[in-house]
Nanobody
């Protein structure tokens, strides 16, 4: 009932920048948290950044000062601006949202993932 479409991944040299986008659609009444996670090969999925409905944000220590999460509530879209990228940022990045449906049900949803590769 919630569809997420991610875009913006790719290959970039160390020190470069990328911007990820994730648009949510479906029977959405309201969106609570919107966030980004990543999973490097052979590692567990980890939180990168999250944005609460009230505007609060939280970042993994490894990306603080380099990544910025933002959201456009009118478009049900969350962004992740990634600057000063490092090879260790290489991973598949997943969008995650927690929403309230028109039915009143709370649910979470994951995007399909987008590959970010940072070359040294």
């Amino acid at each position: 009932q919630v569809q997420l479409v991610e875009s913006g991944g790719g290959l970039v040299q160390a020190g470069g920048s990328l911007r990820l986008s994730c648009a949510a659609s479906g029977s959405i009444f309201s969106i609570n948290a919107m966030g980004w996670y990543r999973q490097a090969e052979g590692k567990q999925r980890e939180l990168v950044a999250v944005s609460g409905s009230g505007g609060s944000t939280n970042y993994a220590d490894s990306v603080k000062g380099r990544f910025t999460i933002s959201r456009d509530n009118a478009k049900n879209t969350v962004y992740l601006q990634m600057n000063s990228l490092k090879p260790e940022d290489t991973a598949v990045y997943y969008c995650n949202v927690n929403v309230v449906l028109f039915s009143g049900r709370y649910t979470g949803s994951w995007g399909q993932g987008t590959q970010v590769t940072v070359s040294s």
